[in-house]
């Protein structure tokens, strides 16, 4: 597998489900991203990890909850969550956590439904 | 503020022509990147260009090119010979110099139709 791999690719869950996100990337990345993107609003950043630390919280509630227990692997766990929280969640990565010149490479998203 | 500003929700380019999107952006920070991807319906977020903001010549990437305007802020996409593969949302974002936690913001993107 290459790229940025994210499982799965639509998710239906109601309000009181637990569910978790996955996100897999195999090209020697040191930060990994999660960005919410709603239905005309711009792609938002959620969270930031690098070198498996998280660096960046933006104002996420908490009932989205992040992990990444390694370089290459990074969850969203979700739970309680409210029907405005459907949305396409994109994963990304990036090779360095610092450079200004580093692109970001997406995964396909998971389209989210909360009923 | 909005750092990532793309004033055009929706454009239609005829096959075969070129076709402007686009951005401008705000910063303090001298150092900067530009960056354009590509989001086809599959939801995939594809990069495409990038450019630096020291750099002194216009990125181009086979049938993208960057014409970035330092002075002016601002940083558009052109795409020649238009195919219809390239319908598509296409999104202008920027990573600032200072360590911001590696952010890359989004504008809020650019619907483009070819027409064949």
């Known amino acids: 597998e290459t790229g940025v791999t994210q499982t799965p ?22 930060a990994m991203y999660w960005y919410k993107q709603s239905a005309k609003k711009p792609l938002e950043l959620m969270f930031v990890y690098s070198l498996e630390e998280r660096v960046e919280n933006n104002s996420v509630p908490s009932r989205f909850s992040p992990e990444c227990p390694n370089s290459s692997h990074l969850f969203l766990h979700l739970h309680t969550l409210q029907p405005e929280d459907s949305a396409l969640y994109l994963c990304a990565s990036s090779l360095s956590p610092v450079e200004v010149n580093t692109e970001a490479f997406f995964g396909q998203g998971t389209r989210l439904t909360v009923v | 503020a909005q750092k990532i500003t793309q004033t055009q929700p929706g ?47 216009n990125a181009t990437e086979g049938r993208y090119s960057l014409n970035f305007q330092k002075a002016r802020k601002s940083a558009n996409l052109v795409i020649s010979a238009s195919q219809l593969g390239d319908s598509a949302m296409y999104f202008c974002a920027m990573r600032e110099g200072d360590w911001s936690g590696n952010k890359l913001v989004f504008g809020a993107g650019t619907i483009l139709r070819v027409k064949s």
């Not at chain 1, 690719?9 to 195999?26: A, D, F, I, P």
């Not at chain 2, 354009?36 to 594809?46: A, H, V």
């Open chain 1, 9 to 30: 690719r639509h998710l239906v869950m109601g309000m009181t489900n637990k569910k978790s996100l996955k996100c897999e990337q195999h090209l020697g990345h040191n």
């Open chain 2, 11 to 57: 454009m239609f380019v005829q096959e075969k022509e070129a076709v402007t999107l686009d951005c401008t952006y705000d910063t303090s920070d001298p150092s900067y990147g530009l960056f354009w991807y590509k989001q086809p319906s599959s939801g995939e977020m594809i990069f495409l260009i990038y450019q630096g903001s020291y750099d002194q010549q």
